[in-house]
Each structure stands twice: as C-alpha cells, then as structure tokens.
C-alpha cells in the first residue's frame, strides 16, 4: 500500500503453470492492518494468510520479512526479496492481475453523526475534523477544509478515539484499518458512504520473477471463488467479501 492513485495493469507474458517447480519464496510488506502485519512477532493478516494458501496450493511455500515500505520495494528491485505482498505502481516490478485487495479511504463520523451518507464535502462545514498534520489528504480535502474546524492530531488512532468519545465530528481515514482498530479497541464509529477513493492493491514481482505471476493469480482467483477470502474478511473485520466489493463500487468524485 502506497500512495492514493489508480493502478494501470499492465500485461506481461509469463510461463504457464506447469513450468512452476516447487520453491521457497521471500516476500517482504510493510505494516498495514488488517492486511498484514506482525501479531506476537509473528506475520498474520488478510494478505498473509491469502498468499500461503495459495502458494500452498501450488506446492510452494514462503516466508515474510516486514519492512519499511521505501526499502522493501528496493529490496524487491534488487532481488533479495521476490516480491512484496501489496502495492500499486511500482514499476518496474510485476503485478498480479487478481486482488480481493483495496486501499479505501473514507469519512468516519462519531457514532451519533446523523446520516449515513455524504454528497458533497460542503456537508462538513462547520463541524470538527481530526486531521493527522504530517498526512496529504489530497487537492480536495485541502479546500474543502478551509471551511472545516480543525483539530490536527498526530495520528489516526487519536482521531478514532476521539470520535468514539465525541470529541471530534469526522476524519477521513484507511477504512478497513479504521473498522479493525474500533473493533479491537470496542470504538464506536460510523463509517460514511460513498467511500471517498479506493484503489485496487497487488503482490508485486522482481522482474525476474514473472513467472509467478500468473499462477499466483489463478490460485487468489480460486479462493475468492470457493469463499476463502470472504472467510478472511469475515475473521478480521466481521463483514463479508461481497460488502467490501459493493462498497468499492461507488467512490466519491472530488469536483
């Protein structure tokens, strides 16, 4: 996960499925939960789990290192690691072409908030936003903020904390670590809709691994199908795969 922009796929050429032996494969990923991360030292997540199935099921296996972000990718480019578990355009490293996989960001309210939806970011005006200062929120939000009242916070875990407390009215914030956090820490928020952008995120190869991608991207594609990854999202964030899709089907369109 990387930065909020859509991802242009592009299609490579790779050996087929039979040509795969059976290997070892490093990967390497920065913190992002509910996707991966370390739990007790040890690597757990959506992704996680979902890349040792599948791999798994190609008679491979495979073993993970978190990372800075910037230095897994160069680590990644250099051939140290195969590939990292989730990002987008990172040229000029190989994409998978199945991901169940999105980087939502969208407006969380206090829980008594009253609507559940939002047209227009004029529909905050006035009301108190908990905005992290070190974080580009985009061209948008930074005009539509002039006519907010700020709060600025160092982090997105005070903002959650603080709209479950009522101390703030909104923030705009990673929704699915957003909804593992509040459930972990028994939060009270309501999320927004529409989700504000939302871009698709894959494992990415060295480019001398290509020929991994294609099967990897059969097996992913296997699990969405047979109910694994909605199993996965049901077990970290208690919603089904389908309400995740549906909810990355409309996005808000900054004008």
Known sequence: ???ITPLFLVFFVVQPLSTVSADQLKFCFESWEPFHYLAEGKPTGIQVELVDKALTSLGHTVTYKQLPY????KEVKRGTYDAILLTSDEEPL???TVTPVFWE???VARPNWSSENYNSLDVFNGNKAGLVKSYDYGEAVAKASKNWDLEPSTDAITNLRKLSAGRIDFTLVDLPWAQMVAKREGLQIKIL???FTSSPQYTYFNEGKG???APLSAAVQS???DGTVDNLYQKYLGQSYG???ARNKSTYAPK
Request: proline share 8%; hydrophobic share 50%.
């Open 1 to 3: 996960m990387k930065k």
């Open 70 to 73: 910037a230095r897994c990718i």
């Open 94 to 96: 190989i994409p998978t």
């Open 105 to 107: 960001m969208g407006f």
């Open 193 to 195: 809709s529409p989700t």
């Open 211 to 213: 020929i991994y991608v």
């Open 223 to 225: 699990l969405i199908e």
């Open 243 to 245: 309400q995740i899709l």
